[in-house]
Nanobody
Framework: QVQLLESGGGLVRPGGSLRLSCAAS????????MGWYRQVPGKQRELVVV???????NYADSVKGRFTISRDSAKNTIYLQMNSLTPEDTAVYYC?????????WGQGTQVTVSS
């Protein structure tokens, strides 16, 4: 069982930045992949970015060049730096981990981009 604890959501104006954090209960080296998904009401949860244990990344086209995933292995934590935010980025953001053939999710953190 992997526990994921997100933080860092909130309200930001268009063009602004936010950084999300996700602390894992397992060592990042033991996880097959971690990343972020997001969901808006009435729509399916969608990939934002995934970071594999080998260090490769897969970003959604809509966030390429604006969002950056990073990790601090000493803290078992990943981060999502979000820049140039637009109202279309408004969603609940979920931290994700894949470990031993199972998917794990955080509780979600709300990001609202509005003037």
């Amino acid at each position: 069982q992997v526990q994921l604890l997100e933080s860092g959501g909130g309200l930001v104006r268009p063009g602004g930045s936010l950084r999300l954090s996700c602390a894992a209960s397992e060592s990042l080296f033991s996880l097959d992949a971690m990343g972020w998904y997001r969901q808006v009401p009435g729509k399916q949860r969608e990939l934002v970015v995934v970071l594999t244990s080998r260090g490769s990344t897969n970003y959604a086209d809509s966030v390429k060049g604006r969002f950056t995933i990073s990790r601090d292995s000493a803290k078992n934590t990943i981060y999502l730096q979000m820049n140039s935010l637009t109202p279309e980025d408004t969603a609940v953001y979920y931290c994700y981990a894949h470990y031993r053939q199972y998917d794990y999710w955080g509780q979600g953190t709300q990001v609202t981009v509005s003037s």
